[in-house]
């Protein structure tokens, strides 16, 4: 079982007598240890799988660990192993526990655009920056377990006073919705089993060990969780890399990994040194530039993997011409190396810079898919028909309520809803219930209350539906009954209808087979649904090009990575620049060098629009401190020639290669 793992892998897979902390560089193989372990627990200590947790980072990291953890135990032995993140390991727990944490099981969980409506309803104010400030304050206070009357204490600013002077009345609002963000999947969890250790002791029981990999970027809130359900026993293994902590912005505090120590005198601390991942000039390159950060933990890696490549160092005039260049590229190395689409990874800072990536990889016929972008379920099309899900899930989620009741609009005007609102608020109930109740007829007109009860019981209906039939039908169902497709190619134009249609589609088709798959109904999936972002959408198994940013690359590899963008500015980041926080871009650049395996191209351009004026920018401070073995290649005299050279070359081998893989 173990014996593809080198000696100090063996030694962290073996050891079970107390917590256990692997802390090692990229691509060291601290992953494998995880699913390994689990392995090793199952197949040779008699440990049973339902009482194991891997906790992952993304969904997706999930879903391919739970698949690697499969194939190392054949037999249906790893059946009932949870592998998932954080937040989705606080949805069981909160729908398991819903009583005790103040909430019925099909609370709603609230995505971010939700959450900022919320924010804006209870400020009263449509302000986006305020909004966006207040929201970030409250959400930080939640990730370090801060509540409203301790937040109130903190308070050091203007931004910090109205954000504590909202937080009690946006609580009050989720709770009212039976709704839930983000933060409070890990929040109510650990409030829960500090108040009740009974239901602490059941989640012990359950969960007697726990893996956590990416243990670099948890925050607070998840540290405390995994320390409540590890027990006195600390029966966890810990994997991370504080060289790749990139989600500071987002609440995460790598002294949460220096913690351990202190808080476990008895951690068992063990380092990898051996790099499986990348080609001797790119671990090099990645360990130079590292250096310049300061550190607590000294780490070495060395790899076995020849010295490879020099790292190619791409000039261009403009992101125009650096996205053309990188499309290029990729066709011309694909031919001449046989290799697939999904070998190359496009890597860039923010989501803003993959437009002019995509548009020239649509140009070159390459197949391609992208995670870290707006979440497909953000959009405004499957937004309505998720409020519909939510709405079946949880009546008392007013928002979804009132998204549903007007999309598309059936002649409930604002008018109601605002009587309807005005009675359920003096009632305390929600919109839903109050539109049932016979005090209703004295507030709302009774034709529109009518209107109001005939949807309720269309969505009553729907709901009992929802239990008993596949999802997939109930969904086909839905969409007829309420003319979705009608309504949006009556208020888009005919392009974006269709497109617009075909996303809907896609998400009906994605749940049904879903549902199928986890044989779960409709109302069961609906309330995962918010947990999932597009970083898992994009999961089809196509021979495409991976575009991603750099914060959703994290725990991937791909032989052939393409940085871009790698200007002053963009990484390191203005903010980040100015905000003295380098080395947290420096880690960002660390990660998106250790991705590659064999081949690494990095690409700044030499003027870029800003606002409405065009800029010269410098290339990233980060290129110069990748020490030597680099190639250089483009800049204002070199380019046009490459650029000819390229597509001639690019010509010939597709001529060379048509006839054989015409077929
Ligand atoms: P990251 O920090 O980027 O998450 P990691 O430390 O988790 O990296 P892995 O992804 O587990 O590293 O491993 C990197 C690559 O090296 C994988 O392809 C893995 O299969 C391979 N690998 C790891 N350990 C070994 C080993 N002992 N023998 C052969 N291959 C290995
Ligand atoms: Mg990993």
């Known amino acids: 079982m173990l014996s593809h793992l080198n000696p100090p892998q063996r030694e962290a897979a073996k050891y079970l ?82 009583r005790l944490a103040g909430l019925k099981p099909q609370f709603s969980i609230l ?40 937040a109130v204490k903190l308070v050091k600013d203007e931004a910090s006073e109205l954000a504590a002077k909202l937080y009690p009345a946006y609580e009050k609002t989720l709770r009212a919705y039976q709704a839930v963000d983000f933060d409070d999947l890990i929040a109510l969890p650990v409030r829960l089993f500090d108040e009740h250790p009974e239901a602490l002791e059941r989640w012990q029981n359950r969960l007697r060990y726990l893996l956590i990999d990416e243990y670099q970027d948890t925050n607070g809130a998840q540290y405390k969780l995994l320390r409540q359900i590890s027990g006195v026993r600390g029966a966890f293994t810990a994997v991370g890399d ?3 902590a990139i989600y500071a912005w987002r609440g995460a505090d790598v002294k949460n990994l220096y913690a351990l120590q202190t808080d476990y005198p008895k951690l068992k601390l063990i380092k990898l040194e051996q790099n499986y991942r990348s080609s001797n000039r790119i671990l090099n390159a990645a360990n130079t530039l590292i250096a310049n ?19 190619s160092i791409v000039a261009a005039h403009t992101p125009e011409q650096e996205a053309e260049l990188v499309a ?73 309520f009132i998204r549903a009741i007007t999309t598309p609009r059936r002649g409930i005007g604002a008018g109601t809803l605002e009587a309807l609102g005005n009675y359920a608020g003096a009632r305390q109930i929600s919109l839903f219930a109050a539109a049932f109740e016979e005090g209703a007829t004295e507030h709302v007109a009774a034709r529109q209350l009518e209107g109001v009860r ?32 009608a309504h949006l190619f009556e208020h888009c134009e005919q392009r974006e209808a269709e497109s617009k249609w075909s996303n809907v589609r896609d998400f009906v088709e994605w749940l049904s087979k879903k549902g199928e798959e986890d044989s779960k109904n409709l109302l069961e999936l609906a309330q995962t649904v918010a947990l999932i972002s597009m970083l898992d959408k994009g999961d089809e198994e196509r021979d495409a090009v991976q575009l991603a940013t750099l914060h959703a690359s994290k725990g991937l590899e791909f032989p052939h990575v393409f940085l871009v963008g790698v200007e002053e500015g963009m990484l390191p980041h203005q903010s980040s620049i100015e905000g003295d926080a380098i080395e947290e871009e420096r880690r960002l650049m660390y990660v998106g060098v250790t991705r590659a395996q064999r081949t690494l191209t990095i690409s700044h351009c030499e003027r870029r629009k800003s606002g ?43 001529a060379m290669f048509a006839p054989k893989t015409g077929s």
Not at 21 to 35: D, Q, Y
Not at 118 to 146: E, H, R
Not at 457 to 467: D, H, P, T, V
């Open 17 to 98: 007598d107390g917590p256990c902390l692997v802390l090692a560089g990229a691509g060291s193989g601290k992953t494998r240890v995880i699913t390994h372990k689990i392995a090793y627990m199952v197949k040779e200590c008699g440990m049973e799988a339902r009482n194991i947790a891997a906790i992952t980072f993304t969904n997706k990291a999930a879903r391919e660990m739970e698949e690697r953890v499969g194939k190392l135990l054949e037999g249906g032995a790893a059946k009932g192993l949870t592998v998932c993140t954080f937040h989705a390991l606080g949805v069981k727990i909160v729908r398991q526990e819903a």
């Open 111 to 150: 995505d971010s655009s939700d959450v900022m409506q919320i924010v804006s309803d209870v400020m009263g104010s449509n302000d986006k920056s305020l909004t966006k400030s207040v929201q970030w304050t409250i959400s930080g206070w939640k990730n370090a377990l801060i509540t409203p009357d301790e």
């Open 242 to 244: 504080d060289d790749q």
């Open 293 to 311: 950060n300061e550190k607590l933990f000294e780490k070495k890696l060395w790899s076995e993997h020849g010295l490879g490549d020099a790292i």
């Open 328 to 400: 290029m590229k990729i066709s011309t190395h694909r031919f001449e190396h046989r290799t697939h689409f999904s070998d190359y990874a496009i890597l860039y800072r923010g989501n803003h810079q993959a437009r002019l990536f995509e548009q020239q990889l649509r140009n070159h016929k390459i197949p391609y898919v992208m995670s870290g972008g707006q979440s497909f379920f953000e959009r405004a099309e499957i937004k309505d028909i998720t409020c519909y899900l939510r709405l079946l899930l949880n009546g008392d989620d007013d928002l979804a």
């Open 454 to 485: 005939e949807f309720g019981n269309f969505i009553n209906n729907l709901e009992y539906r929802a239990q008993r039939e596949p999802a997939g039908r109930v969904l086909e169902d839905l969409l007829r009954a309420i003319g979705y497709e």
């Open 612 to 654: 409405k004026e065009v800029r010269t920018v410098e290339p990233s401070r980060f290129i110069a401190e990748l020490g030597d073995g680099l190639k250089h290649s483009g800049g204002k005299k070199a380019e046009p020639v490459s650029q000819e050279d390229a597509l001639a070359k690019l010509a010939k081998l597709q």
